[in-house]
């Protein structure tokens, strides 16, 4: 995967959070998936990365999501693939339908203002939507440090709003699908300034940081989950 295509589909913090799309590629036997949705997917980069593989794929949000994914897969070449269309992801309109459902940090935005309950609906609906034996291929911010958290609340816009996870979190919301596999990412690599100081940061992460560092500071989290 060339360097723009990378950016394409991941978007911000681009070394750190595709090792996510690695592990996920190297994982999947796709030669089994025909059918595809991405959640959350406004600038529609996961939708474009199924596309890619000639799967068929649904690139929703919660509006207007068409205005501002379109332009991107058609840069690719991939529309035929993709259909647009609103939807909540707690509340999915489909059921035993997908063979693949993936997304990107959207789990803390829902849950803001500190809803535990409609983030577990979030993962409830998902399983309702994945066919039997159907993968969940997500990515998401995670609580990390301390020293991530009272940055996050005077630096970032929505720091204070928005209800980060833990691993613990997550395994309890995915705790009715068959198997999962959690994995935790980067440390430093989000206080970079810029692409160029977050690519420079994520390279100190994948050298030392996180082979040292302990889950719990990391502030990615991804993996697969199975139905």
């Given at each position: 995967m060339t360097k723009k295509l990378t950016k394409d589909i991941i978007q911000w913090d681009i070394k750190s959070w595709s090792?996510?799309?690695?592990?996920?590629?190297?994982?999947?036997?796709?030669?089994?998936?025909?059918?595809?949705?991405?959640?959350?997917?406004?600038?529609?980069?996961?939708?474009?990365w199924l596309a890619l593989k000639g799967k068929t794929t649904v690139c929703s949000d919660l509006k207007d999501v068409k205005n501002t994914a379109e332009q991107l897969h058609l840069r690719h070449d991939v529309s035929s693939f993709i259909k647009y269309q609103d939807i909540d992801a707690t509340n999915i309109p489909y059921e035993n339908y997908f063979d693949i459902i993936v997304f990107k940090s959207i789990i803390g935005g829902i849950g803001s203002n500190d809803n535990y309950e409609i983030q577990q609906?979030?993962?409830?609906?998902?399983y309702k939507a994945l066919k039997p034996g159907g993968k969940l291929l997500f990515a998401e911010n995670l609580s990390a440090s301390p020293f991530?958290?009272?940055?996050?609340?005077?630096?970032v816009n929505w720091g204070s709003s928005w209800r980060y996870v833990s691993v613990?979190?997550?395994?309890?919301?995915?705790?009715?699908?068959?198997?999962y596999q959690i994995m935790t990412n980067g440390v430093i690599g989000t206080f970079g300034r810029n692409e160029s100081q977050r690519n420079?940061?994520?390279?100190?992460?994948?050298?030392?940081?996180?082979?040292?560092?302990?889950?719990?500071?990391?502030?990615?989290?991804?993996g697969i989950a199975e139905k």
């Open positions: 090792k996510a799309v690695s592990y996920w590629d190297s994982n999947i036997e796709w030669d089994k998936i025909q059918n595809g949705l991405e959640l959350g997917g406004r600038e529609g980069g996961l939708s474009l609906k979030v993962f409830k609906e998902i991530h958290q009272r940055l996050r609340k005077r630096f613990k979190e997550m395994k309890e919301f995915l705790k009715d699908f068959s198997s420079l940061l994520s390279t100190i992460d994948e050298l030392i940081l996180n082979k040292v560092c302990p889950e719990n500071w990391k502030y990615i989290g991804y």
